[in-house]
């Protein structure tokens, strides 16, 4: 029987910076409990072209893409998702209230939709 950790979750990290994925992979290995398969891009489009092949498990997503925002990236990723959109982790390096509380709302209504599915 195979248990939950053995199960290989997907992780996409959807940065930039090669050295800044490079860091969340070597923090995101220290789970000792799990085995990930880690998927990396360094932009949006090539992200999207992941997740249309396989919805990755879970996404560590950059706000600051070289090609889009993350608030425009969610919205394309559940376009191309529907009811299969992953958890997503967003990132910030810069400070931005009104962003925070845009996406809280966001995902606050994303939660309210999976709920009512279910019910």
Known sequence: MVTLQQVKRIILIIK?????RSLDRRYLQQETGFTYDFWEAESGEVALH??????P????????????DGLEFLDELKTLTGENFPPVIMLN???????????????LSLVWQRLKMQS
């Open 16 to 20: 930039e910076s090669q050295i800044k």
């Open 50 to 55: 992941l997740c249309g092949n396989q919805v």
């Open 57 to 68: 498990d879970c996404i560590v997503l950059d706000y600051l893409l070289p090609d889009r």
């Open 93 to 107: 390096e810069r400070g931005n209230e009104a962003i925070a509380l845009w996406y809280n709302s966001r995902l």
